[in-house]
C-alpha cells in the first residue's frame, strides 16, 4: 500500500498580532515568521514524521526548489512534484493572535494542477492504496473521479470550505475530514452541534466515513456502524495553524498502520497537540517519538 498526498505547497508569512485587522486598519506585527506550509504538504510531513513512507504530487513555481529540497529532508518523495517556471509558488499570509489564526492565501502554481499532470501521476499507483486530498488544488473533481476508477481509496479534508465543494462528487470520497464550519455548510445548517451535524452529514453522504475535529472540544466519528468521540487534553495554544493537517496525517498514519478508528483518533490528538503548541505550520508537526 502507497500514499500519495495529492496537495499544495505555500511559503507562509506568520504574524503575531495584538488583534486581527479591521477594515481600514494599519497594524504593526510584534514579529515576523517565514516558513513552508499548505495543508497538502502539512500532511504528507505529517505522514512522513508518523514513520509513514509518503509521495507528494504538487506544483510550485520558479522559486520553488527550497520547498522540494525541504520534502526530501524529511523524507518525502517527490517524483510526482512539477516546478513550473511559468507560475509562482502559492503562499499564505497569516495572522495569529493569542493561539487563533486568521490567513490569506494566494494559490499560485496549486491552481495550476492539470488533467495530464493527474493522469501522469496516477499511473504509478495501484488499487488499495490511499490519495490524500484537501481543497488548496485546482481540477479536484477530475482527480477524485480518476483515483476512484484506479481503484484508490480517497481521504479528503475539505479545508479551506468554498462553495465549490457541493459539486465534487463526494460519494466517491472514503473519508471525509471537516471541522466545525466545513461540516455546517455543507450539511446545510447554520447551527454546529456535532452530533446533529454528523447525522446530516451520514445522510447525506452514508457511503462516508466522517471525521469531525473541533478544535479544543475534542473529535468525533461516524460511519454505517458506530459513532465515536475523542476530547481534547487541555494545553496553552500558541498557534493553532496546522493543527488540523497534524490530525489528518496522523489519523490516517494510524489507520494505515493498523489502529482501530478510536486508537488512530486518539493518535492524531495528542500529535495536534503538541503541533497547536508551537509556532509555524509545517515546522510545528511532530515527530511520532514525541508521542510515546
Known amino acids: 500500500m ?3 498526498s495529492f496537495g499544495s505547497l505555500n511559503y507562509d508569512y506568520t504574524y503575531e498580532v495584538e488583534h486581527f485587522l479591521a477594515p481600514k486598519e494599519t497594524l504593526a506585527a510584534k514579529s515576523m515568521q517565514r516558513g513552508f506550509g499548505g495543508k497538502g504538504a502539512n500532511q504528507s510531513i505529517a505522514f512522513a514524521r ?4 509518503v509521495y ?12 522540494v529540497d525541504y520534502l526530501k529532508q524529511n523524507g518525502i518523495h517527490t517524483d510526482y512534484l512539477i516546478k513550473d517556471d511559468a507560475a509562482a509558488t502559492g503562499h499564505a499570509i497569516i495572522e495569529v ?12 502554481a496549486n491552481q495550476e494542477i492539470t488533467t495530464e499532470q493527474i493522469d501522469h501521476t496516477l499511473k504509478a499507483f495501484s488499487p488499495g492504496d490511499w490519495l490524500v486530498l484537501q481543497n488548496e488544488i485546482s481540477n479536484l473533481p477530475y482527480l477524485m473521479q480518476a483515483a ?7 481521504f479528503f479534508n475539505a479545508a479551506p470550505y468554498d462553495v465549490g465543494i457541493l459539486t465534487y462528487p463526494m460519494e466517491l470520497v472514503d473519508v471525509l475530514c471537516v471541522n466545525e464550519v466545513e461540516a455546517c455548510a455543507l450539511a446545510g445548517t447554520e447551527t454546529f452541534e456535532a452530533d446533529a451535524v454528523l447525522t446530516l452529514l451520514h445522510e447525506k453522504y452514508p457511503q462516508t466515513r466522517l471525521l469531525l475535529t473541533a478544535g479544543s472540544a475534542g473529535s468525533y466519528y461516524l460511519d454505517a456502524e458506530r459513532r465515536l468521540f ?6 496553552q495554544a500558541v498557534d493553532t495553524t496546522a493543527a488540523g493537517d497534524t490530525y489528518s496525517g496522523y489519523f490516517l498514519a494510524g489507520l494505515c498502520s493498523g489502529s482501530s478508528v478510536e486508537d488512530a483518533m486518539r493518535l492524531a490528538t495528542k500529535a495536534a497537540g503538541i503541533a497547536v503548541q508551537r509556532k509555524g505550520a509545517a515546522a510545528s508537526i511532530p515527530e511520532i517519538k514525541e508521542l510515546k
Not at 508518523?50 to 513512507?53: D, I, N, Q, R, V
Open 50 to 53: 508518523a514513520g509513514l513512507s
Open 148 to 154: 476512484q476508477k484506479k481503484g484508490l481509496s480517497i
Open 97 to 108: 493572535c493569542r493561539g487563533e489564526n486568521c490567513i490569506l492565501i494566494y494559490g499560485g
Open 230 to 235: 475523542v476530547p481534547c487534553e487541555k494545553v
Open 2 to 4: 502507497k500514499i500519495l
Open 56 to 67: 507528494h504530487a504538487g506544483r510550485v513555481g520558479a522559486d520553488g526548489q527550497p520547498f
